[in-house]
């Protein structure tokens, strides 16, 4: 099926182009460039009227949840708040019941996505210390692997051999270890530590576990990447190392754009792990992405119950994915972010780190992963537009611009006027190259 877009704006090479046109022979781009008003032949032709027409994001680190987590959120909800928020690909973490652990949980999953997605999917396993149950992991399609490391702060320490036995494997399978480095913190000790002034403390943990498992990818030249990195003194080491060790690193949306401020209104409702920082924090990490020492903006989505987040000890997660974009977009706007940094590096770098072959750009031959933003049109966030089984968020309130008004999935409209209209299945399970 042939799609043409006429009236759209392009980013390309570096500025906006107006008057422009991009034809479809889904899933791939085959053509687009200034329009001199030829006639084409195509099967369907609509109009951006004028609007940006942008390479959908890339999203790294989400938690889809289904199967028996499915009351939290499933295939469809997960991946139908992505495309609302201008995301057509994500990787989907292993912390899922039953985890994605063995081979035969993870062809029981990419089973179960398959018909039901709107976006693509990747699967990131929860790797082994057996080298040969990682090796099957990856024959079945893990894009990647995914280890939470906590230490406590007064007690405990992480298990540094295990990862170590981790990272022999994964280096020799070149993919690529993502980590939650982290205190695992409850809301009331979170809510202490706030009121106390000591969740710097959480920094101090987070930087040195970064280094001790840094030193071990550095010995072994496996590839790590570090989720929702939280603390400006943790970002300069990640770089620092970057000239030894094939390492990367995300900001979650939220941990640049709130902070613990929040927690007095919103209470659990803002609970995430690892929890929101201070003011100031927030803001030295948003500088770093602007500065480019950041690889990746993620959403982290992690929905939950509102029962379990109002419960006696409330789950940490934020459900952030249909925000994506319009969060993205209005920092643009305000001048804040410039696109071609939001492009970089919340849709090419995870593409390209990530092994997504023809995705995270509009080039001719790749596929047609396409979203049309509406930088006028505003958006107030409010938990009841959320299309997520998770009903709450800390951007309640907001007023955000730069709404995905339609999305493409590999060549099919999947979101039309801000309104699902895919039937599960555009999206397609992403396999490592
Ligand atoms: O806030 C979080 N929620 N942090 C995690 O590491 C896990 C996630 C979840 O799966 O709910
Ligand atoms: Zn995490
Ligand atoms: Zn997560």
Known sequence: MRTLIRDC????????????????DAPLISDFGVDHGLQLACDVEVSAKGRLLLPGLVDPHVHLRDQGLSYKEDFWTGTASAVLGGVTSVIDMPNNLPPTATPSD????????????????????????????????AEGGAIAFKMFVYEHMDRGRLDLPLVERVLESLSKLDRVLMLHCNVKTSFSE????????????????????????????????ARVHFCHVTCPRTVELINDYKGFVRATLEVAVHHILLDHSILNGLGPMAHVDPPLRSRSTARRLFDMLRRGMVDFVASDHAPHALFEKEGEDPKPGLPNLQLMMPLLMTQVKRGRLDLSLVLERASARPAKVFGLRKRGAIVKGYYADLVEVDLKRRLKVRSDILVSKAKYTPFEGA???????RTYVNGVCVNDDYTIVGKGGEGVVLMPR
Do not use: Q, W
């Open 399 to 405: 007023t955000l611009v730069g709404v995905p008004v």
């Open 190 to 221: 979170v809510l202490d530590l706030v009121k106390s002034r000591r969740a710097f403390k959480l920094c101090r943990v987070e930087k040195g576990l970064a280094e001790e498992i840094l030193a071990i990818a550095r010995k072994h030249g």
């Open 9 to 24: 704006r392009l980013y390309l090479n570096g500025k906006i182009v107006e008057n422009c046109l991009l034809v479809i």
């Open 106 to 137: 993870l062809a029981e999953r990419m089973e179960l996505a398959k018909g039901r997605i709107l976006a693509n999917v990747g699967f990131a396993c929860k790797p082994s210390p057996d080298h040969s149950l990682n090796s099957k992991l």
